[in-house]
């Protein structure tokens, strides 16, 4: 899930960010279909009643947390971007706890604050001040969109049960997930900046769609199945951690102290929550 990152950097030079959301579960859908097709039609009937469901998952999934974060890049800083992305695992335990009643030990909370602790000494580069004086825009509301767009579709997904496998399920969520993204990529198209179709294109939006689109997501989704909507949340934190590392193999970013010092916190908070699971 973090190579999204390398996205959101990279790929929204050369692509539009609404464009490159749609294009990118677009090719979700064409790459997935040839293997798929068989049992989603099999399955007809139970489309019907779950594709209210589906639709949702698609606008929430796809849609949401693929066009937010990118049109929130454009306005705030990756700083901000990040502390208000590691909401999301909190947004998750809320609604689980709330709408299906599913908790935290004691242990476990404190492997949340651990986790917490580590990301912001990340993005703080180790230094508070960096923290006090952070100032806060317009973009930071959509990237808060985005922490709550994840949050319901990862609890939906869990317990939302399905009569679809997990790559027929993703095939139809992507589809549902272009289609509510369609209308605003083609104002973007008209409007705003066009797409052009040459090979940055293809590289960036096929990327996009196999590592953070098809493997991230049908790897979470697998997760859940073993760990919750809850514990699988706290993953989110990690998120940062790879991130940064992706920065510094990829970007020539310098590796400091504090990187190691935010994912050891992290690592151990990850330690912590995994106690409900043993």
């Known amino acids: 899930m ?10 929204v030079e050369y692509v539009p960010p609404i464009s490159l959301a749609f294009w990118r579960w677009f090719f979700v859908f064409l790459i997935l279909i040839p293997f ?6 099999k399955n007809i009937k139970y489309l019907r009643s779950e594709s209210k469901k589906l639709i ?20 705030t800083p990756i700083a901000n971007m990040g502390i208000i992305y590691t909401s999301s695992p909190i947004f998750i335990i809320l609604i689980s706890s709330y709408f299906y009643k599913e908790s935290l030990n004691t242990v476990q ?7 917490f602790v580590g990301v912001i000494s990340i993005i703080a580069k180790g230094d508070v001040s960096l923290l006090i004086g952070l100032k806060f825009t317009s973009g930071d509301l959509w990237m808060l969109g985005a922490a709550v767009g994840w949050a319901l579709y990862a609890v939906l997904l869990h317990n939302w049960k399905s009569k ?19 209308p ?18 293809y590289f960036w939006t096929i990327f996009a769609a196999i590592s953070p689109g098809i493997i991230a997501f ?26 940064a590392f992706y920065g510094i193999v990829i970007f020539g970013e ?5 990187h190691y010092y935010g994912a050891a916190l992290v690592f151990a908070g990850m330690f912590f929550v995994r106690k409900k699971t043993n």
Do not use: D
């Open 2 to 11: 973090a190579s999204n990152l390398i996205v959101a950097r990279g790929g």
């Open 36 to 41: 798929t097709y068989q049992t989603i039609f």
């Open 56 to 75: 949702f998952l698609g606008a929430m999934g796809c849609g949401v947390c693929g066009v937010f974060p990118f049109i929130a890049g454009s306005t």
């Open 109 to 115: 909370l404190l492997g949340l604050v651990l986790c």
């Open 164 to 182: 679809f496998t997990l790559f027929s399920r993703l095939t139809i969520i992507a589809f549902f997930g272009a289609v509510s993204i369609l």
């Open 184 to 201: 605003f990529s083609l104002v973007e198209n008209y409007f705003v900046r066009p797409v052009i179709f040459n090979n940055n294109f």
């Open 218 to 243: 049908s790897l979470y989704a697998q997760a859940q199945k073993y760990l919750g909507a809850s514990i699988t949340g706290f993953t989110l934190y990690l998120y940062t951690v790879y991130g």
């Open 254 to 258: 310098q590796l400091k102290s504090y």
